[in-house]
Nanobody, 127 residues
Framework: QVQLVESGGGLVQAGGSLRLSCAAS????????MGWFRQAPGKEREFVSA????????YYADSVKGRFTISRDNAKNTAYLQMSSLKPEDTAVYYC????????????????????WGQGTQVTVSS
């Protein structure tokens, strides 16, 4: 089992940047694929990005491609989401998630395919 804690959210102006962190407990972080999702008020949770256990495979939603970068440091048990050129429509609660059973290329953008979730961190982008 793994516990996830997000941090790094906040209020930023459009065009600004933020880096989210997702700290994981346990010794097996390097065996988990990690995903970032977001949920805006009144909307469903949507996929943002995912990274394989080794970091060799990465996926992005079209809406963030070229602006967001996912990474991980297995030595620090932490995954990151660097967000740049932020837009008001990026405003949401951002969640990190982990899973181990499935290869990342299978349903990487499906929330219920992830086993563990953090509590979320609020990102607000003002216009």
């Amino acid at each position: 089992q793994v516990q996830l804690v997000e941090s790094g959210g906040g209020l930023v102006q459009a065009g600004g940047s933020l880096r989210l962190s997702c700290a994981a407990s346990g010794r097996t972080f390097s065996t988990y694929a990690m995903g970032w999702f977001r949920q805006a008020p009144g909307k469903e949770r949507e996929f943002v990005s995912a990274i394989s256990p080794s970091g060799s495979s990465i996926y992005y939603a079209d809406s963030v491609k070229g602006r967001f970068t996912i990474s991980r440091d297995n030595a620090k048990n932490t995954a990151y989401l660097q967000m740049s050129s932020l837009k008001p429509e990026d405003t949401a609660v951002y969640y990190c998630a982990a899973r181990r059973a499935l290869p990342l290329h299978i349903d990487y953008n499906v929330p219920f395919k992830y086993d563990y979730w953090g509590q979320g961190t609020q990102v607000t982008v003002s216009s």
